[in-house]
């Protein structure tokens, strides 16, 4: 372990991670910064460009891309009053309302020091939670692996819609489509319609470029007549040495905010909106001033960036271990490991350690790197959110959606496929159904079949097929989780009722 963890470091202190590196952070601010622009858009046109790089290149580079495209966000939360990507929306309760009293580099400079330091714990966690996670994968057979999926899949339904209903809508088409192609064990053809290029199933990378990516470009089509105006951001001295000193003096704030950050993390879905507004909820909670929130409050810009900044190394915890992604953008991700041929898990540790660790400590460089990149480029990214116009933007994005998906297999079907899923994913933006859970069921919707179907023929092979699935330690565990996973939006719903008409 310590000497792969040595390798990893000098591996990482190359000229061509460093560049990388660099270039992640840069390109993932400037994507933050944008509204209409999101961490997975950009992370789902990365991929198919990555294919021809070496994993340890690729990995690095999106990864930089991810973390820096959610502390960019900030810049337009802050600005504009517009979050730049999801993760930024409680940014603007306080963010903006500094702005707005001349404070708007103050506010950068929080949510910078607080996305810096946010990042490296969540960081922290991701290298010391996730080796001994891998080896409890060790323990995984099939029938975990089905109860692992359908936990995942519940949980994803549930927490990326504001409707249950929608959710598991989105979740159950994900798995619908799945099942595509070849069956993963019997091996009969299904859904296929006689097409040859659908036997080996929906391509991943070009769906996800489609879900992701189509319908942004769509929405900035849309929002086109749009018109920014920015809050002047202009440098000011000794302002960093004040904002660490007032962070400094509050590490209950920033530990508190990227612990919760890391855990919301973990949870399969849930995304970095619901750990920032959680972290903001609990700050006001813990605060001797709440009433001081939203109305300019430098602790709620650190609740809230600290807390989202740490979700994204949380969301990478469950997606190296077992597979499972913690947010939109580590499936995307998930979807980069397996076109590298790397499945995670214990493999992933052991076998890829050195590509795996490698990039693991890449997420380190990348977060300490937002801090100077971050403040002083802030004036040329906050020009840039402003002056970028979407006639220019608009067709960029969708050029290289076209190549991406072409550039995999080099066939026109994939960008058909792109095409298609963007559609749908566009009408199911209008109807409220996100493209989350349909990509996750998509994703975890093969491992979710093989698993059943090999825990079916176990079973009749033990003589009890039920025994196989229900009386097993660890799927006692996840059945438990996926009971609670379902019914808890029902109970919260409940709970809410009862201290409403008690209120009343």
């Not at 409707?163 to 489509?177: H, P, R």
């Not at 975890?444 to 079916?456: A, D, K, N, R």
């Not at 996926?482 to 939006?489: G, M, V």
Request: hydrophobic share 50%; with cysteine; charged share 10%.
């Amino acid at each position: 372990m310590n000497e792969l963890f040595l390798t990893s470091i000098g591996s990482l202190f190359t000229a061509t991670n460093l560049l990388l590196v660099l270039l992640g952070v840069v390109a993932g601010i400037v994507v933050g910064a944008l509204p209409g622009l999101t961490a997975t858009m950009a992370i789902a046109l990365l991929v198919p460009f990555t294919f021809t790089m070496q994993p340890v290149h690729g990995l690095i580079l999106m990864g930089a891309i991810y973390v820096a495209s959610i502390y960019g966000g900030s810049f337009s939360a802050i600005l504009l009053n517009t979050p730049g990507t999801p993760s930024a929306i409680a940014t603007t309760f306080d963010g903006y309302p500094m702005a707005k009293r001349g404070q708007s580099y103050q506010a950068i400079v929080t949510a910078t020091v607080a996305s810096v330091f946010g990042g490296l714990i969540g960081v922290f966690f991701l290298l010391f939670l996730s080796p001994p996670l891998s080896r409890l994968s060790l323990r995984f057979g099939p029938p975990e692996f089905f109860w692992l999926t359908t936990f995942g899949l519940t949980i994803i339904a549930t927490l990326s819609t504001k409707s249950i209903l929608k959710g598991l809508i989105g979740g159950a088409f994900g798995l619908l489509l799945s099942m595509i192609g070849i069956a993963p064990i019997e091996g009969s053809v299904r859904f296929t319609f006689g097409s040859i290029s659908l036997q080996n199933g929906i391509a991943l990378i070009p769906a996800l470029i489609g879900f992701f990516c189509i319908p942004e470009v769509i929405g900035m089509i849309e929002r086109k007549a749009e018109h920014y105006t920015a809050i002047p951001y202009r440098r000011q001295r000794r302002v960093l040495w004040g904002v660490l000193i007032h962070i400094v003096r509050k590490p209950l704030l920033m530990i508190r905010s990227a612990v919760i950050g890391t855990i919301v993390g973990i949870i399969p879905g849930a995304g970095g909106n619901i750990a920032a507004m959680v972290s903001y909820n609990e700050a006001v909670r813990a605060s001797r001033n709440p009433e001081q929130f939203g109305k300019g409050s430098m602790d709620g810009v650190v609740a809230a960036e600290a807390s989202n900044n740490a979700e994204v190394s949380g969301s990478l915890i469950p997606l190296l271990t077992l597979g499972i992604p913690g947010a939109p953008p580590a499936a995307v991700l998930l979807g980069a490991l397996l076109l590298h041929g790397l499945r995670p898990g214990r493999e992933l540790f052991t076998y890829h350690g050195a590509v795996t660790y490698t990039f693991m400590l890449s997420l380190v460089l990348a977060n300490i790197l937002i801090l100077p990149v971050g403040i002083f480029s802030g004036r040329w990214i906050s020009r840039l959110v402003t002056r970028l116009p979407v006639t220019l933007l608009a067709p960029m994005v969708f050029f290289l959606s076209v190549i991406g998906s072409y550039a995999i297999n080099r066939n026109m079907f994939d960008v058909f496929v792109m095409l298609g899923f963007g559609l749908i994913g566009y009408v199911g933006r209008r109807m409220k159904i996100h493209p989350g859970p349909i990509v996750l069921g998509l994703i975890l919707g093969s491992i979710c079949e093989q698993g059943l179907v090999q825990s079916i023929l176990m079973g009749r092979a033990s003589g009890s097929v039920l025994a196989m699935f229900f009386t097993r330690p660890l799927s006692i565990l996840l059945i438990s989780l996926t009971l609670l996973s379902a019914a808890w939006p029902f109970i919260a719903g409940a709970i809410r009722r009862r201290q409403a008409g008690r209120k009343a």
